[in-house]
């Protein structure tokens, strides 16, 4: 049976995570706020699971969902062939709105769909996500609408387009919260260098640049005063076009539309997990 807790009562919350952590593990679908709009989440490492989240929206499997994930450490488990500079940009952005396109770990029992053996890593700036990402682990995370409707900013709206098909709603306020910055998270190409931005959103290019002087623009343009080396990077045998990951492997997270628009997108309008 579907049950709404609301998170901003410490009790509730509290029961509301328990729920919906026996939810993810019975390989359901849960609903919880993020930093943007509500995202539908599902346990990343059971196909059962992203394929019913991928049918409670009406997609396809050619538009994979990005992974959100509890803390920076988890992201060597998940991604191979990190980049330096790929690092310093999680460092430095992470919690927050900084969407990053990695080769996943080979050795990974998870399928989210036609990634071309990559994955789009996140760490959301949200209390109660991180409540429930520490107790569950990665979770595919698309934004809680169904395609082509309005994204969510309440778990209650979420309720209206997804029904029965949503195990827990975990209602935690409008989201975004006001007065934050409602633009999508940034898509960054990590997969080679130099990294390359896929899609502007909430961490613009000079920021990036402060961080990592080499990062290309969405056109594929360096800083004037930007030194691109490759010293530092790992070998690859066989790398992956931005062109290919960007339009290829990402669905938008909660709230954003795919890295091949790279656009602002409707999934977090008023602004922006797809």
Not at 36 to 54: E, K, N, R, W
Not at 57 to 78: E, F, H, Q, S, Y
Request: net charge negative; with cysteine.
């Amino acid at each position: 049976m579907t049950t709404t807790y609301n998170c901003t009562a410490d009790d509730e919350r509290t029961a509301g995570i328990a729920h919906a952590r026996r939810a993810i593990l019975e390989k359901k679908c849960v609903v919880l706020p993020t930093d943007t709009v509500y995202g539908i989440a599902a346990d990343a490492f059971s196909p059962q699971a992203v394929t019913m989240l991928l049918v409670s929206k009406g997609r396809g499997r050619n538009m994979p969902p990005p992974v959100l994930i509890p803390r920076l450490t988890a992201l060597d488990g998940l991604a191979t062939d990190v980049y330096p500079d790929a690092r310093d940009l999680a460092e430095a952005f992470w919690p927050g709105g900084l969407t990053l396109i990695f080769h996943a770990q080979p050795s990974l029992d998870w399928d989210l769909g036609e990634t071309k053996g990559t994955v789009a890593l996140r760490i959301p700036d949200d209390e109660v996500a991180i409540d429930l990402l520490t107790v569950t682990g990665p979770l595919a995370v698309s934004s809680a609408n169904r395609t082509g409707q309005a994204p969510a900013q309440t778990a209650f709206e979420a309720r209206s387009q997804l029904a029965e098909s949503v195990e827990v709603y975990l209602e935690g306020g409008f989201r975004p919260v006001e007065g934050t910055d409602a633009r999508p998270s940034t898509i960054v190409d990590a997969t080679s260098l130099p990294l390359r931005v896929v899609r502007e959103g909430a961490i613009s290019i000079e920021r990036l640049r402060e961080v990592v002087p080499g990062v290309l623009d969405i056109n594929g343009n360096a800083g004037d005063a930007a030194e691109v080396t490759t010293a530092e990077a790992p070998v690859e045998s066989d790398a992956v076009e931005s062109e290919a990951v960007q339009s290829e492997a990402v669905q938008p997270e909660a709230g954003e539309k795919p890295a091949s628009a790279v656009q602002p997108d409707a999934g977090e309008k008023p602004a922006s997990a797809e």
